[in-house]
């Protein structure tokens, strides 16, 4: 039975008991809650891992309760948003079951590395952690603020790049949008945020290639990417190769092989030269880790040995 439909049982059935548990942080409200309607068998041994059994419930058991509510429908639907996942936590529980302190709190991904088992989670899942909901909007303010100085720069010293810009935004959006309306069409079940298809910088505006001249949306370095899958491996890739380099010589950056759009190459800002390239593992998949596909080692010993400004 799909997720929806078992939560809508859920819910029809035995919300009030679920609800009234969580609220007051009462764990025989929970017990309640299943006895009286939650009878869908994963419904019930996944409350039976709900730890509300203390008046007020503290951060550390709502995070836990998150997590394994989250885990549990990750299991069933691995590609399932954090938008989806709050949106199927109120509707089982309350939007208020996320709010501690006054403070809401949503669902986040919580870095690369896979789950272990444990208790809530089975071995080898994407990484869940719930966080404050104001700390986010910081967090989307300071990227925000990051890319400001990029279009500020290309705004007032290179407005020939304006319409370049506009048309390719204009063109991701309209290709994602048709993207999600295709997938819907054959069933699949799509959040209307998804993303498949992206507005990109090939080099990213993080690379210090850019730390000077804000002159990253130049047209050569922006294109429209279709491959989720290979930018969200690039994506993973240049969080950790940019932050590795700034102790080597912070003189390289990465750009994506134009002839197939999903190899990686290294190159060597001061020279030009294009060092090596990081072929696109044909086995992964979104959510899962990049470090298993990677030799991390491997890639800094051909920066030191094929450079000619590395730090050893």
């Given at each position: 039975?799909?997720?929806?439909?078992?939560?809508?049982?859920?819910?029809?059935?035995?919300?009030?008991?679920?609800?009234?548990?969580?609220?007051?942080?009462?764990?025989?409200?929970?017990?309640?809650?299943?006895?009286?309607?939650?009878?869908?068998?994963?419904?019930?041994?996944?409350?039976s891992k709900l730890k509300y059994n203390q008046s007020p419930i503290g951060r550390k058991g709502q995070v836990k309760n998150m997590k394994a509510f989250g885990y549990f429908l990750r299991d069933k639907n691995p590609l399932i948003t954090n938008k989806e996942l709050n949106a199927a936590w109120d509707e089982a529980f309350g939007k208020h079951?996320?709010?501690?302190?006054?403070?809401?709190?949503?669902?986040?991904?919580?870095?690369?590395?896979?789950?272990?088992?444990?208790?809530?989670?089975?071995?080898?899942?994407?990484?869940?952690?719930?966080?404050?909901?104001?700390?986010?909007?910081?967090?989307?303010?300071?990227?925000?603020?990051?890319?400001?100085?990029?279009?500020?720069?290309?705004?007032?010293?290179?407005?020939?790049?304006?319409?370049?810009?506009?048309?390719?935004?204009?063109?991701?959006?309209?290709?994602?949008?048709?993207?999600?309306?295709?997938?819907?069409?054959?069933?699949?079940?799509?959040?209307?945020?998804?993303?498949?298809?992206?507005?990109?910088?090939?080099?990213?505006?993080?690379?210090?290639?850019?730390?000077?001249?804000?002159?990253?949306?130049?047209?050569?370095?922006?294109?429209?990417?279709?491959?989720?899958?290979?930018?969200?491996?690039?994506?993973?890739?240049?969080?950790?190769?940019?932050?590795?380099?700034?102790?080597?010589?912070?003189?390289?950056?990465?750009?994506?092989?134009?002839?197939?759009?999903?190899?990686?190459?290294?190159?060597?800002?001061?020279?030009?030269?294009?060092?090596?390239?990081?072929?696109?593992?044909?086995?992964?998949?979104?959510?899962?880790?990049?470090?298993?596909?990677?030799?991390?080692?491997?890639?800094?010993?051909?920066?030191?040995?094929?450079?000619?400004?590395?730090?050893?």
């Open positions: 039975m799909p997720i929806d439909n078992i939560l809508r049982h859920a819910v029809r059935n035995g919300k009030n008991g679920v609800k009234n548990g969580v609220k007051n942080g009462v764990k025989n409200g929970v017990k309640n809650g299943v006895k009286n309607g939650l009878s869908t068998p994963y419904i019930k041994e996944h409350l079951a996320r709010f501690f302190e006054g403070e809401e709190y949503k669902y986040q991904p919580d870095g690369t590395r896979l789950t272990k088992e444990t208790d809530i989670s089975k071995a080898g899942m994407r990484p869940l952690k719930s966080k404050k909901s104001t700390s986010m909007k910081i967090g989307k303010k300071r990227v925000n603020d990051n890319r400001k100085p990029f279009y500020t720069y290309m705004k007032l010293q290179r407005p020939e790049w304006l319409k370049d810009y506009t048309d390719k935004n204009a063109r991701a959006k309209m290709l994602n949008r048709q993207e999600i309306a295709r997938r819907k069409a054959q069933g699949e079940r799509v959040s209307d945020d998804a993303q498949f298809v992206m507005f990109e910088h090939d080099i990213a505006i993080r690379s210090p290639r850019w730390s000077k001249i804000k002159g990253a949306n130049v047209p050569w370095n922006t294109y429209v990417n279709t491959n989720p899958r290979a930018r969200s491996f690039k994506d993973s890739v240049e969080s950790w190769f940019y932050t590795k380099i700034k102790k080597l010589g912070n003189n390289w950056d990465l750009r994506t092989n134009r002839s197939n759009m999903k190899d990686i190459e290294v190159h060597e800002i001061s020279t030009g030269k294009l060092l090596f390239t990081i072929p696109f593992p044909e086995e992964f998949e979104l959510g899962h880790n990049f470090a298993e596909y990677i030799d991390k080692a491997g890639i800094l010993n051909k920066l030191k040995k094929l450079s000619t400004s590395s730090k050893s």
